[in-house]
């Protein structure tokens, strides 16, 4: 057998560093799909624009989305990296970056936990491992408390920051897009923002305040419509259902009934995290969208709160269905259908339950 028949390509390393990346957003975001959807369903529920107001029950909605979730993702991500001693301290160093951000810290979650618990994991090979049994536990316990509380301060004083000025930097780029009469193209910064929870801050930072200008101008505004738009995650949230993995094909169902009819779109983000090819579906959607509202005219008089298609319908100005409505199916119809290719038609399958099997430590054939 020569080298070449032995030694992988760079092509194979390639593909097989992705694979373990993909495997290991998978392995932190899927086993919490179902505190998304609770989530999910207490918003649509339950906010002041949802099926049933309560102001009381609302009240769970903010501390689920901005400390929950994360900490979930954060302890997940811990857990696979050093096992539970690894949850804690990454669900621990989470809190750091919940407090020092004004937004849901998903992205920090990821980063910040397994990163934890690799420190810990290093100190308990050099050191933890060395200690007499007799003081193995102390050892143990303020091991974990030094290095999970020293992250959380430096989550909160440096994470944090590095994250509001993302946000800065893509609402910048989308209100320049904008003004230069270049609407379609904002899908490429808009919803990778999304999926990174970004979307409040971009829509209600940026869009809202420029479609309020253009609707007293002119009655209504596209601007409205670029972010709330519910098609690109109807989409990708179907390919799922019918070529998705296991594990999708099981919440993305009631998943798609919540973005699209409640009007949540985080409950998608997570699907798109586990699968980051998808976010070519989701920009590719958006985009087509936004240019079938663009050539119809179509636009709202406000900002559509939640974004379900509802909400979209009940502030679109008389006379302007047509536009909205062929934008939206548009959007999901196109979203649907790069998914559907990105997912091969349910021929990725395997290979999607492969990444969840790196993730918890198996092995790629």
């Known amino acids: 057998m020569t080298k070449s028949e032995t030694a992988p390509s760079r092509a194979q390393q390639a593909r097989v560093t992705v694979q373990r990346f993909g495997g290991h957003l998978a392995g932190m975001v899927m086993p919490n799909i179902g505190a998304f959807i609770a989530w999910g369903l207490i918003t649509a529920l339950f906010i002041p624009s949802g099926w049933l107001p309560n102001a009381k029950f609302a009240l769970l909605v903010e501390p689920m989305i901005k400390i929950l979730l994360p900490v979930l993702i954060g302890f997940t991500g811990g857990r696979l990296v050093h096992g539970h001693r690894g949850g804690v301290v990454g669900a621990v160093a989470t809190i750091g970056i919940v407090v020092g951000a004004d937004i849901p810290m998903f992205l920090g979650a990821m980063a910040i936990g397994p990163l934890t618990a690799y420190l810990l994991k290093l100190w308990d090979d050099k050191v933890g491992s060395k200690t007499h049994p007799g003081f193995k536990m102390l050892v143990n316990n303020f091991s974990a408390g030094i290095i999970g509380g020293a992250m959380a301060i430096l989550g909160m004083v440096a994470i944090g920051p590095v994250v509001q000025g993302i946000t800065k930097a893509l609402g910048s780029g989308v209100r320049t897009l904008v003004?230069?009469?270049?609407?379609?193209?904002?899908?490429?910064?808009?919803?990778?923002?999304k999926v990174l929870f970004l979307n409040n801050a971009i829509n209600h930072g940026v869009l809202s305040p420029l479609g309020v200008q253009q609707a007293l101008e002119q009655g209504k505004s596209i601007a409205f419509l670029i972010e709330p738009n519910p098609g690109p995650g109807f989409g990708i949230l179907l390919a799922l259902t019918l070529f998705g993995a296991k594990t999708a094909r099981a919440t993305a169902p009631g998943a798609m009934l919540i973005q699209f009819l409640g009007g949540i779109h985080e409950i998608y983000f997570p699907y798109i995290l586990a699968a980051p090819r998808l976010i070519l579906a989701a920009i590719a959607g958006g985009a087509a969208g936004v240019l079938v509202f663009s050539?119809?005219?179509?636009?709202?008089?406000?900002?559509?709160?939640?974004?379900?298609?509802?909400?979209?319908?009940?502030?679109?100005?008389?006379?302007?269905?047509?536009?909205?409505?062929?934008?939206?199916?548009?959007?999901?119809?196109?979203?649907?259908?790069?998914?559907?290719?990105?997912?091969?038609?349910g021929r990725g399958a395997a290979e999607e339950e492969t990444n969840q099997q790196v993730a918890n430590g198996g092995s790629v054939a």
Do not use: D, H, R
């Not at 005219?297 to 379900?308: E, I, R, V």
């Not at 298609?309 to 649907?336: E, Y």
């Open 295 to 345: 050539i119809t005219g179509a636009g709202l008089t406000a900002t559509p709160s939640p974004g379900s298609i509802i909400a979209v319908l009940a502030v679109t100005p008389k006379g302007g269905f047509f536009g909205v409505i062929l934008g939206v199916a548009v959007a999901a119809a196109v979203s649907f259908m790069v998914s559907a290719v990105l997912l091969k038609f």
């Open 179 to 193: 003004e230069a009469n270049l609407l379609p193209l904002v899908s490429i910064i808009v919803e990778p923002a």
